[in-house]
Each structure stands twice: as structure tokens, then as C-alpha cells.
């Protein structure tokens, strides 16, 4: 009995993957994220011109046979550097992404579990940068710090880290009363245990 009702999550795991292959949206997404993958890893070889060439001169031409997307304002091919900057987009989206997964979860953590004046002071302030566009905040932080690689990862990190905390924080004022929880305070675990090893794994289910 225990066996069979072990093996019935992972059958319905299974049998999830299973209808997302036989997805046709899925497929195509595949296919489409291998495309860049690929344009990251061979974009110099791809692309016909050089993508930091300027040619003044065919500035803002339109699409044609020789500039597939056409030229920016300096002339440069705008489909050579689409293709070679999607080198650049794999590597800071993904970085970008851990950062604000990371620093949101821990925050959401720390606001929801201890709430009081932790709430009021980090909850409001969480409240009042998601009142604000959060690409014109980031467009500014990078303005106004520089937009090397390693600062747009942090800058677009630590700006979409309050969406991540808010909803952390959900669902661990969901958690922070229930029977797991309490039986860990009467264990005497510190906080830290008890957010990070009890209530957060129990909210990435």
C-alpha cells in the first residue's frame, strides 16, 4: 500500500512530462530557446557582417538583402548584433534571475516569518518600490552607476527581487502558524533553521 501510494507522485510526474512534450507550444518554445542557444554559442559565425562596424553613411536603412533587420542610427547591422547580443542576454538573465530569486526569497522569508515592526518597516518599503516602474528604476540605477555586465546583473537583480519577496511573504505568513513550525520553536531551532530548512522547502512544494 505504502509502495503504491509512494510510486503515485512520481507516476503523475511522469505523466505531466509526458503530456508537456506532446505540447506543440512547448516544442516550438524548445526550439526557439535552442535557436539562441545556438546564436550565442556560433552568433560570429552566423552573422554576415561585423556587428560593431559603423557605416554612417546607411544609417536607419531599411530591411534589404544586404541588412536582413536593417542599420541603427550609425549604420551598424542591426541582425548581426541581435544575433551576437543574444550571448550577452543568456549570460546576465540567468544571473540576473538567481540574484533577485535569491535575495527575494530571503527577504520574503525574514518579512513573513517575523512580521511585527519587520512587516511594517520592510513590507512598506517592499510596497513602495512596486509602486514605482521598475525599468525606469533600473534604466536609472544604470545611468547612473555604469552598465558593465556585472552591474546590469545586479542592478536588474535587486530590482525585481521585491516582486519574488512579496509573494515569499505570502506564503510564509501562511506557514509561520501551523503545527511543523511551532513543533520546531519547541525544539528550540533558531530562525534561521526553522525559515530556511522547515518553512521554505514546505512552500517549494
Do not use: K, M
Given at each position: 500500500m505504502s509502495t503504491a501510494a509512494a510510486a503515485s507522485p512520481k507516476a503523475h510526474r511522469f505523466e505531466a512530462l509526458g503530456a508537456l512534450m506532446r505540447s506543440l507550444m512547448f516544442d516550438i518554445g524548445v526550439l526557439i530557446l535552442l535557436f539562441w542557444v545556438v546564436c550565442a554559442l556560433f552568433g560570429h559565425w552566423i552573422v554576415p557582417v561585423d556587428p560593431y562596424a559603423s557605416d554612417p553613411l546607411n544609417?536607419?536603412?531599411?530591411?534589404?538583402?544586404?541588412?536582413?533587420?536593417?542599420?541603427?542610427?550609425?549604420?551598424?547591422?542591426?541582425?548581426?548584433?541581435?544575433?551576437?547580443?543574444?550571448?550577452?542576454?543568456?549570460?546576465?538573465?540567468?544571473?540576473?534571475?538567481?540574484?533577485?530569486?535569491?535575495a527575494g526569497t530571503a527577504i520574503g522569508l525574514i518579512v513573513g516569518y517575523f512580521d511585527g515592526w519587520v512587516d511594517a518597516v520592510i513590507g512598506r518599503a517592499i510596497d513602495a518600490?512596486?509602486?514605482?516602474?521598475?525599468?525606469?528604476?533600473?534604466?536609472?540605477?544604470?545611468?547612473?552607476?555604469?552598465?558593465?555586465?556585472?552591474?546590469?546583473?545586479?542592478?536588474?537583480?535587486?530590482?525585481?527581487?521585491?516582486?519574488?519577496?512579496?509573494?515569499?511573504?505570502?506564503?510564509?505568513?501562511?506557514?509561520?502558524?501551523?503545527?511543523?513550525?511551532l513543533a520546531a520553536q519547541l525544539r528550540g531551532e533558531n530562525a534561521l533553521y526553522i525559515m530556511f530548512a522547515e518553512i521554505l522547502p514546505t512552500c517549494c512544494r
Open positions: 544609417s536607419l536603412t531599411p530591411p534589404s538583402g544586404d541588412h536582413w533587420f536593417g542599420t541603427d542610427q550609425l549604420g551598424r547591422d542591426v541582425f548581426a548584433r541581435v544575433i551576437v547580443g543574444a550571448r550577452d542576454i543568456l549570460t546576465i538573465a540567468p544571473r540576473a534571475t538567481l540574484i533577485g530569486t535569491a518600490l512596486l509602486a514605482l516602474p521598475l525599468v525606469i528604476v533600473a534604466l536609472l540605477a544604470l545611468a547612473a552607476i555604469g552598465a558593465s555586465n556585472t552591474t546590469v546583473i545586479i542592478v536588474i537583480g535587486l530590482t525585481f527581487a521585491p516582486i519574488t519577496a512579496r509573494t515569499v511573504r505570502a506564503a510564509v505568513l501562511g506557514e509561520r502558524h501551523l503545527d511543523y513550525v
